[in-house]
């Protein structure tokens, strides 16, 4: 899962927006509950990484490719939110327990009450291809939040600070439902198991390494 | 007694001085006319003060009441008419004294002078837990004990020593019978309860036979598996009745009459148009071979009732319910804690329990009844004492409403664990310290400091994942599994170690809390429960409840 603390540099990317099929009517035609988002992640160090996020209804997939993990939610009923975790290299899934959490933070990586908490700057074009630039002065730099509302989708994220430039970029956009649907289908096959049930697998070779494949991170 | 001591050894004093002689000078009988004459008897008045103690009362009372039952132990095989088991998963004898205490201190005592339910039953022993080839067992291999008088390997179920773990050829020729299976042979009625999924390995080991515990379904286990014929656990289940009557041919079996607990996943294909309204998953079932194996239920037993949730759970009536099929969940229930958010309601182990004895009971011949408490088990695996004690407590509940749903004239009632876990009651605490809290010494207000200068709590662990501060508001022992390993020890200070979310610190670091290989306890009252006293081996329990039903005996004659 995508850490708000991971965001460092940032540059302007609406590019992938603006150069999309999409239509610039008033109103979005796009299913912004079924969406494909591709973003490229750079951090001061100049290391890039890729993340993948994918929206369908109730359901949000977060894909890792460099680390294999991906991570899958659904929002339930109740307001709780049921994730599973994938190990792509092993091809198994670990589910855990429906817990309470911020769909927003899964669903659309930045938290709506985060985008509360930032001014928002200006502003162009408007339906599928509106752009928000948000601003936030932090502790120790500055956060800004390029965001268009009709998708719910964030297009750029940039955190400067003294470490230097964090930035996470919309490098590709899907709309068309059989690739997003594909993509949730993707890991279906995996051997899932409950957390509940670590404990009581010590004989597994997988469970027993768990703790060094990055099984073990904060969700929240 | 130390008024005793000092009496004892005055009286010893005495009867030297009384040695140096008869007249003082011949070394016989040295009371002179000056000094007390020897005590050679303790006077009530001497004894006044030990024997007026309301401990010496009690505990003089409690072994005159084990006299008593001693004295009215029905000594004749197949004197009882029911037996119910009671395992209480990962319910070391350290959870048992700590839930005591926690359940007495909710009622507003010291705690420690509280008892569980089972704690007044009037027999008790050890178990010892090992399976054949493990030292620290776990769930399959222990059950299997309990319920075949057959210890095993760990990880299988309802096989003996001879199979190969993971290799369905070794399981023709090395099935065992189990209670249930007797049970049902004899006529009796039966049935199995758990707040795990139903095709786990403790309900699993009473009807299944399995070269892995993890077989749960179709989709669980190796083609080779499957090609080789091995039926998955949850198969087996619905087809209970006629895999029985394929090993004895010719009996009248009638079939699992009440089957309660989770695990609906495994029954369900993998088809999200199979989803119920209590699913959490995009796709409730896991099964990969298109079946509907509650659908398949149904039409085996049309008179059946087959429910998911409370509603359908509040509307069986126990009188006239024949045979009931309960999945409440897609997998393990939920923790008693943390029921009440659960999407569609569930009953508590207490409720399955009454639901289950009060459908059993109709049959005139009696009744073989299994209930597992299976969470107390990952509570203690998310280092969650508040979970594993909570959930231990409704153990306790669910015994309560067994004694008052039957006659301890004809049912016998044993409550024992399967393993214990590595789980501490530690330190100095002062009486009725809160039994979550921390170590605070006699005499004191402030908590005890360790050595480095930090205070402790009572309750602790060897291993597993260690401190956790996820609050009040957190009633789930498993979202710890959300948050990093924190082992080793931290500053205690301001943390309310007292609430729901607080994970007890651990030692040694381990992605989850394991179990622990020292004896469980049995407690037993009913026909036949003096034969649990002592140290036992884990399958003698089988002969215990064997010989209280007489259960091979009913089975021998109702066979063809």
Same mark, same amino acid.
């Given at each position: 899962?995508?850490?708000?603390?991971?965001?460092?540099?940032y540059?302007?990317?609406?590019?992938?927006?603006?150069?999309?099929?999409?239509?610039?009517?008033?109103?979005?035609?796009?299913?912004?509950?079924?969406?494909?988002?591709?973003?490229?992640?750079?951090?001061?160090?100049?290391?890039?990484?890729?993340?993948?996020?994918?929206?369908?209804?109730?359901?949000?997939?977060?894909?890792?490719?460099?680390?294999?993990?991906?991570?899958?939610?659904?929002?339930?009923?109740?307001?709780?939110?049921?994730?599973?975790?994938?190990?792509?290299?092993?091809? &198994?899934?670990?589910? =855990?327990?429906? /817990?309470? +959490? $911020?769909?927003?933070?899964?669903?659309?990586l930045? *938290? !709506?009450?985060? #985008?509360?908490?930032?001014?928002r700057?200006?502003?162009?074009?408007s339906?599928?291809? &509106?752009?928000?630039? =948000?601003?936030? /002065?932090? +502790? $120790?730099?500055?956060?800004?939040?390029?965001?268009? *509302? !009709?998708?719910? #989708?964030?297009?750029?994220?940039?955190?400067?600070?003294?470490?230097?430039?964090?930035?996470?970029?919309?490098?590709?956009?899907?709309?068309?439902?059989?690739?997003?649907?594909?993509?949730f289908?993707?890991? !279906?096959?995996?051997?899932?198991?409950?957390?509940?049930?670590?404990?009581?697998?010590?004989?597994?070779?997988?469970?027993?390494?768990?703790?060094?494949?990055?099984?073990?991170?904060?969700?929240? | 007694?130390?008024?005793?001591?000092k009496?004892?050894?005055?009286?010893?004093?005495?009867?030297?001085?009384?040695?140096?002689?008869?007249?003082?000078?011949d070394?016989?009988?040295?009371?002179?006319?000056?000094?007390?004459?020897?005590?050679?008897?303790?006077?009530?008045?001497?004894?006044?003060?030990?024997?007026?103690?309301?401990w010496?009362?009690?505990?003089?009372?409690?072994?005159?009441?084990?006299?008593?039952?001693?004295?009215?132990?029905?000594?004749?095989?197949?004197?009882a008419?029911?037996?119910?088991?009671?395992?209480?998963?990962?319910?070391?004898?350290?959870?048992?004294t700590?839930?005591?205490?926690?359940?007495?201190?909710?009622?507003?005592?010291?705690?420690?002078?509280?008892?569980?339910?089972?704690?007044?039953?009037?027999?008790?022993?050890?178990?010892?837990?090992?399976?054949?080839?493990?030292?620290?067992?776990?769930?399959?291999?222990?059950?299997?004990?309990?319920?075949?008088?057959?210890?095993?390997?760990?990880?299988?179920?309802?096989?003996?020593?001879?199979?190969?773990?993971?290799?369905?050829?070794?399981?023709?020729?090395?099935?065992?019978?189990?209670?249930?299976?007797?049970?049902?042979?004899?006529?009796?009625?039966?049935?199995?309860?758990?707040?795990?999924?139903?095709?786990?390995?403790?309900?699993?080991?009473?009807?299944?036979?399995?070269?892995?515990?993890?077989?749960?379904?179709?989709?669980?286990?190796?083609?080779?598996?499957?090609s080789?014929?091995?039926?998955?656990?949850?198969?087996?289940?619905?087809?209970?009745?006629?895999l029985?009557?394929?090993?004895?041919?010719?009996?009248?079996?009638d079939?699992?009459?009440?089957?309660?607990?989770?695990?609906?996943?495994?029954?369900?294909?993998?088809?999200?148009?199979?989803?119920?309204?209590d699913?959490?998953?995009?796709?409730?079932?896991?099964?990969?071979?298109?079946?509907?194996?509650?659908?398949?239920?149904?039409?085996?037993?049309?008179?059946?009732?087959?429910?998911?949730?409370?509603?359908?759970?509040?509307?069986?009536?126990?009188?006239?319910?024949?045979?009931?099929?309960?999945?409440?969940?897609?997998?393990?229930?939920?923790?008693?804690?943390?029921?009440?958010?659960?999407?569609?309601?569930?009953p508590?182990?207490?409720?399955m329990?009454?639901?289950?004895?009060?459908?059993?009971?109709?049959?005139?011949?009696?009744?073989?009844?299994?209930?597992?408490?299976?969470?107390?088990?990952h509570?203690?695996?998310?280092?969650?004492?508040?979970?594993?004690?909570?959930?231990?407590?409704?153990?306790?509940?669910?015994?309560?409403?067994?004694?008052?749903?039957?006659?301890?004239?004809?049912?016998?009632?044993?409550?024992?664990?399967?393993?214990?876990?590595?789980?501490?009651?530690?330190?100095?605490?002062?009486?009725?310290?809160?039994?979550?809290?921390?170590v605070?010494?006699?005499?004191?207000?402030?908590?005890?400091?360790?050595?480095?200068?930090?205070?402790?709590?009572?309750?602790?662990?060897?291993?597993?994942?260690?401190?956790?501060?996820?609050?009040?508001?957190?009633?789930?022992?498993?979202?710890?599994?959300?948050?990093?390993?924190?082992?080793?020890?931290?500053?205690?200070?301001?943390?309310?170690?007292?609430?729901?979310?607080?994970?007890?610190?651990?030692?040694?670091?381990?992605?989850?809390?394991?179990?622990?290989?020292?004896?469980?306890?049995?407690?037993?009252?009913?026909?036949?429960?003096?034969?649990?006293?002592?140290?036992?081996?884990?399958?003698?329990?089988?002969?215990?409840?064997?010989?209280?039903?007489?259960?091979?005996?009913?089975?021998?004659?109702s066979?063809?």
């Amino acid at each position: 899962m995508v850490r708000w603390s991971m965001f460092r540099t940032y540059c302007v990317a609406a590019a992938v927006l603006m150069l999309s099929p999409l239509g610039v009517a008033a109103e979005c035609e796009v299913n912004a509950d079924a969406i494909g988002a591709h973003y490229a992640i750079s951090q001061p160090s100049g290391h890039t990484t890729e993340l993948q996020l994918w929206r369908l209804g109730d359901r949000a997939l977060q894909v890792r490719p460099e680390a294999k993990l991906a991570d899958s939610y659904r929002s339930l009923s109740n307001g709780e939110v049921r994730r599973v975790r994938y190990f792509d290299a092993h091809q &198994r899934a670990i589910e =855990y327990d429906p /817990e309470a +959490a $911020d769909w927003s933070a899964k669903a659309q990586l930045l *938290p !709506a009450q985060a #985008l509360k908490k930032m001014q928002r700057i200006d502003s162009k074009g408007s339906g599928c291809k &509106r752009i928000e630039r =948000y601003q936030r /002065e932090l +502790a $120790d730099g500055q956060l800004t939040v390029w965001w268009n *509302p !009709a998708l719910r #989708l964030l297009l750029q994220l940039e955190r400067r600070n003294s470490d230097g430039l964090t930035r996470i970029k919309l490098v590709d956009l899907k709309v068309d439902t059989t690739t997003i649907r594909e993509a949730f289908a993707a890991r !279906a096959d995996y051997v899932s198991t409950d957390y509940a049930d670590i404990g009581d697998n010590e004989s597994d070779p997988f469970l027993r390494k768990m703790i060094r494949v990055g099984f073990v991170e904060h969700a929240h | 007694m130390k008024t005793l001591t000092k009496m004892l050894a005055m009286t010893s004093v005495l009867a030297l001085v009384g040695c140096e002689g008869e007249d003082g000078k011949d070394g016989t009988n040295a009371v002179s006319s000056s000094q007390t004459p020897a005590a050679t008897s303790l006077t009530s008045t001497q004894l006044a003060n030990t024997v007026n103690n309301p401990w010496y009362i009690a505990s003089a009372q409690r072994v005159e009441d084990a006299k008593a039952q001693a004295a009215a132990i029905a000594k004749s095989a197949g004197q009882a008419k029911n037996v119910i088991l009671f395992v209480g998963d990962g319910m070391g004898v350290s959870t048992v004294t700590a839930a005591r205490i926690l359940q007495g201190q909710s009622l507003g005592l010291n705690g420690e002078e509280h008892n569980l339910s089972f704690d007044k039953f009037p027999f008790a022993g050890l178990v010892k837990t090992y399976n054949v080839d493990a030292q620290t067992p776990d769930s399959a291999g222990t059950m299997t004990a309990m319920v075949t008088g057959v210890k095993t390997d760990v990880g299988v179920i309802g096989v003996d020593e001879d199979i190969v773990r993971g290799d369905c050829s070794t399981v023709s020729g090395n099935e065992l019978t189990t209670t249930l299976e007797l049970a049902e042979l004899a006529g009796l009625s039966t049935g199995i309860v758990s707040t795990a999924r139903i095709t786990h390995a403790t309900p699993a080991a009473t009807y299944a036979k399995s070269a892995d515990r993890n077989w749960e379904d179709i989709s669980d286990m190796p083609g080779a598996a499957v090609s080789a014929g091995c039926l998955d656990i949850a198969d087996q289940l619905v087809k209970f009745e006629s895999l029985l009557e394929a090993r004895y041919p010719g009996a009248d079996i009638d079939g699992i009459e009440v089957v309660m607990g989770g695990g609906r996943r495994h029954f369900l294909p993998n088809d999200p148009a199979k989803n119920t309204s209590d699913a959490v998953s995009a796709v409730e079932g896991d099964r990969t071979d298109g079946r509907d194996l509650t659908a398949e239920w149904q039409a085996t037993y049309p008179t059946g009732n087959y429910i998911i949730d409370q509603s359908g759970f509040n509307a069986l009536n126990s009188e006239a319910t024949e045979r009931v099929f309960a999945l409440f969940n897609e997998s393990h229930m939920r923790y008693e804690a943390d029921r009440n958010k659960d999407l569609a309601g569930e009953p508590s182990l207490s409720d399955m329990t009454r639901k289950a004895i009060r459908i059993l009971d109709n049959n005139d011949k009696g009744f073989f009844l299994t209930v597992e408490s299976g969470r107390i088990d990952h509570g203690h695996h998310a280092g969650s004492a508040y979970g594993a004690l909570t959930e231990t407590v409704e153990l306790a509940n669910a015994v309560k409403v067994a004694l008052e749903e039957t006659d301890p004239e004809n049912t016998l009632i044993i409550v024992t664990a399967d393993h214990s876990h590595v789980f501490t009651i530690a330190g100095y605490p002062k009486r009725g310290n809160p039994i979550l809290g921390k170590v605070v010494a006699v005499g004191e207000t402030e908590a005890t400091k360790a050595a480095d200068g930090l205070p402790y709590t009572t309750l602790g662990y060897t291993n597993g994942r260690g401190y956790m501060n996820l609050g009040d508001s957190e009633t789930d022992a498993d979202a710890a599994y959300s948050n990093p390993i924190d082992a080793g020890r931290k500053d205690l200070s301001l943390v309310n170690t007292e609430s729901s979310g607080f994970h007890q610190e651990a030692l040694v670091p381990l992605s989850s809390e394991t179990h622990a290989g020292e004896d469980v306890g049995v407690y037993a009252i009913g026909p036949g429960a003096h034969l649990v006293s002592g140290t036992n081996e884990q399958n003698t329990l089988f002969h215990v409840m064997d010989y209280a039903l007489n259960l091979i005996g009913k089975a021998e004659k109702s066979l063809p």
